[in-house]
């Protein structure tokens, strides 16, 4: 997945990803971005949900009047996603250095760091 989304796009992602269902309808979407302050018009987002489609993160489906959306990209996928790209361009695919800044540089809570401390000791039989 090498397709970027913009910040808005992004917002609109967490909104499906975060409903219990897998479908979340087009109304479900203005009413969680007005819950999060971020009040969207109706064309503005019609448009970004296009950008969506056509970047393969959504497909929809017309139900009578109404358009239900359905996220084609796992938010783990997208994260994963991401944060390798973040790694390679940053980092220059250097996971200890990144690991290593946020440690040094105080951005782990004390919880965080011991929960690091345990994944990295048990390796990839934890997650």
Do not use: H
């Not at 782990?108 to 760091?113: N, R, S």
């Amino acid at each position: 997945m090498a397709q970027q989304i913009s910040d808005a796009e992004l917002e609109i992602m967490k909104i499906i990803w975060g409903t219990p269902e897998t479908v979340t309808w087009f109304s479900d979407i203005m009413d969680g971005l007005a819950a999060k302050g971020k009040p969207c018009q109706k064309n503005t987002l019609i448009v970004l949900l296009s950008r969506l489609m056509n970047k393969g993160f959504l497909r929809a489906r017309k139900t009578g009047r109404r358009n239900e959306y359905t996220a084609l990209i796992s938010e783990t996928e997208y994260q994963t996603a991401q944060t390798k790209n973040f790694l390679d361009k940053i980092y220059e695919g250097n996971a200890k250095g990144l690991v290593s800044n946020l440690i040094m540089g105080d951005l782990l809570t004390g919880e965080e760091y011991e929960e690091l401390k345990k994944l990295l000791e048990n390796g990839r039989e934890t997650t």
